[in-house]
């Protein structure tokens, strides 16, 4: 099956050729990192197309402009229905990667950022599968501390946050991992470049909480309400590095990552280097909620058509 080519983005309100959304070199964020950013996924099961937890991506989406005052003009609503109508306008009939972002225009070289300053809005999609191997990845324990609340709050999903993300991988790729795992300011777990972690130790589930620098994941919500429907609570905790070594099961959550096992840490494997019992099964769950197949968690789904 080929690909759908998405021939259209929206742009400040109008769907528009990538083409003709254009902005200046001067541009604020460009400079500055002044960006703020989204990645949602909608998901295609042969009759429809289901959006995943859209309402709480746009409260996320606007939340991460507060911080840094970046005003977002339009609405959730308007948010929410422009990405609908680009999923339609673009004719998506299969399983995508949505990325929304809002970002300051033109604003010289001011560092006094305020609501007024102009910004601009953007949604832009692409056709998107596995991000990585299901059956499970390796992972290496970063020498760069992950962004603390106290600088550049990790909370905020801004673009120059992820120059941090970027420092991470690139050192994990070098030393042959295939994703870094960060350490907070106290020497603690925090998340990975891009996705949040949770480690699975006698049947219980613990996950850094944010105050260790961990994004408010929208999939780590996602698993803690599925792991205790399934009967296993969750714990926010601060986690040591040590424990990863010790724990039964590891896993990944993120939009792009959805639950990915961890089967390795530092060349040491995870219990016996297999993907855990309990990881699986919430990953099967993940993947019938996410596909419409699962209807007690329906309401996570916004249908396109
Ligand atoms: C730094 C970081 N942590 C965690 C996550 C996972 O968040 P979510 O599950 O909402 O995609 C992401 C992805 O958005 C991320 O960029």
Redesign the pocket.
């Known amino acids: 099956m080929k690909s759908f080519v998405p021939k259209f983005v929206w742009f400040d309100g109008k769907f528009v050729i990538d083409e003709d959304a254009k902005v200046s070199v001067m541009t604020h964020a460009i400079h500055y990192g002044t960006s703020v950013f ?2 949602l996924r909608g998901y295609w099961n042969s009759k429809n197309l289901y959006i995943f937890r859209l309402d709480d ?1 746009i409260k ?1 989406f606007r939340n991460s402009g507060k911080v840094y005052s970046v005003s977002l003009r339009f609405t959730d609503k308007e948010m929410a229905n422009a990405i609908i109508q680009l999923c339609k306008k673009n004719n998506v009939k299969e399983s995508c990667y949505i990325r929304p972002f809002y970002f300051v225009g033109r604003y010289g070289i001011n560092l006094h950022v305020t609501e007024n300053a102009p910004t601009h809005a953007a949604i832009v999609m692409f056709p998107f599968g596995d991000l990585f191997n299901k059956n499970g990845i390796t992972a290496g324990i970063s020498s760069w501390r992950r962004i603390h609340d106290v600088s550049t709050p ?1 909370l905020a ?1 801004m673009g120059g ?2 120059l941090n ?1 970027i420092l991470a991988t690139q050192e994990s790729k070098r030393n042959g991992y295939d994703e870094a795992i960060l350490l907070d300011q106290l020497g603690n777990i925090s ?6 972690i949770f480690i699975i130790r006698n049947g219980k589930l613990s996950t850094p909480p944010s105050s260790s620098s ?7 919500d996602s698993v803690v309400k599925i792991a205790k429907d399934l009967g296993y609570d969750t714990i926010e905790r601060e986690i040591p590095r040590t424990e990863i070594y010790f724990a039964d099961e590891v896993f990944l ?5 959805e639950i990915t096992p961890i089967i390795s840490v530092d060349g040491k494997k995870v219990e016996d280097g297999k993907v855990g019992k309990i990881t699986r099964k919430i990953q099967g769950i993940y993947s019938d909620v996410t596909m419409g197949r699962n209807k007690k968690y329906s309401n996570w789904l916004t249908p396109v058509y």
């Open positions: 989204e990645g991506h996320r990790p999903k946050n992820y993300s998340e990975a470049p891009g996705e949040n961990a994004l408010e994941g929208i999939t780590k959550t993120g939009t792009a990552a």
